[in-house]
């Protein structure tokens, strides 16, 4: 049935402009002034809304197996969750399990996602390097439409790869058009670190932000960097905290390099005292890596957005219970990491950032939409309001107001780290697919309703640059393929 949304103001990420849109089909079918209602269209009133791109959320780890258990919100609940918060897509990880090949990965984590209720993709992990690996990231692009592989600086002994294996898969990953992606924290000291402090007897949560401090950040950001620089390969930095991963990321692109940096909604507004709450259960539950940062940090993330040389918020929405969380009681080193985030993203977002004026409402449409569609080769499919593009949208209200408690949340733990924040500037009603997905605070997406979206390689323009020219051209032509 089409649906005409009518009177509002759309807000795309290069400009806004009063217009209704009709969608059909799941698509955008006409955006402009005064269309007129096709017979037996449903029609959503947005007078004094804004009507903007759904939320891509491109990290999330739903029914993920991490540090001994599986993190609480499935893609059920966590792209229910992602609805009623104005994301329409998720972007979740494939993680191959010790020997498991990529292949098996990808199908594993298909029938997962099997209950998504909002479209999603996936990226996949590289945690070792071998020949079947470096074989199957063919299969993975040019069959399983993912053009995105996660390396791992931290987690030394489990997903942790070595610069060898990285400079490795970073070129494997440019010869295939694809974007390797970065957790950059640098394992090996903060493996040292967490020795030392267990070592003089620190055994809680404030345990995990000293031992992760912004250098071990800074340093593997700068490392990846290089490290892509000299395999030919864009890079993408997740979960970008700190002032100096930031700027080391700025410092890339202003030498031409296409670098991409993406700070989490909780690094932008918590920060690293929530780790000295003397209620245990509270502090672990905000236990995450990178962990929060000395709030000084903040705004330069907050500049990062405004000048583009950060691009995307997203989450890393991986949330365990208070009970899961226990299973560090006496060693912060095994709280699992993850804090929760999906259905908050946009609200706090906005609240912190639009009614602040530390972003324009365009501004806020790139970096929770087009940046990441763009960035992920979906654009315009995904993250434009504009004829032919997915009908995924957002009715905001920039009036409406919530205040965020666990005790309304669709997500399945029992707390949630922006417990208390005061949100001006709600979605109030989002469609998915070219159905209303969430309207009236009642999520009627159901389980299955979601599509995979499998994302094309990237040209090899993208993938050149400089320093990779300089280095292999005395050699050969081709491309330095580091083969196991
Ligand atoms: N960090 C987290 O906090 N959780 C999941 C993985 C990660 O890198
Ligand atoms: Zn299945
Ligand atoms: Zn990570
Ligand atoms: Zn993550």
Redesign the pocket.
Known sequence: MPILIRGGIVVNHDHSRPADVLVDGGTITAVGRKLDAPKGAEVIEADGCFVLPGGIDPHT?LE?P?MGTT?ADDFESGTKAALSGGTTMVVDFCLPGSGQSLLAAYQEWRHKSEKAACDYGFHMAVTWWDKPVFDEMETVVKTYGINTFKH?L??KGALMVNDDELFASFGRCAGLGALPLV?AENGDVVFRLQQHYIDIGVTGPEGHSYSRPPEVEAEATNRAIMIADMAGSQLYV??TSSREAHEAIARARAAGKRVYGEPLIQHLVLDDREYQNKDWDYAAGR????PFRDKSNQDSLWAGLAAGSLQVVAT?H?AFTVAQKRMGLGDFRKI????GGLEDRMPVLWAAGVNTGRLTKEEFVAVTSANIARILNVYPRKGAVAVGSDADLVVWDPGATKTVTARKQLSRIEYNVFEGHECRGLPIVTLSGGRIAWAEGQVRAEKGDGRYVARDPFPAAAVANATWKELTRPRAVQRLEVTP
Request: overall charge negative; proline content about 10%; glycine content about 4%.
């Open positions: 780890h993920m991490f993190s791992f931290a987690y957790h997740v979960h236990v995450m890596s990178p890393d991986c699992p990491n993850g804090t």
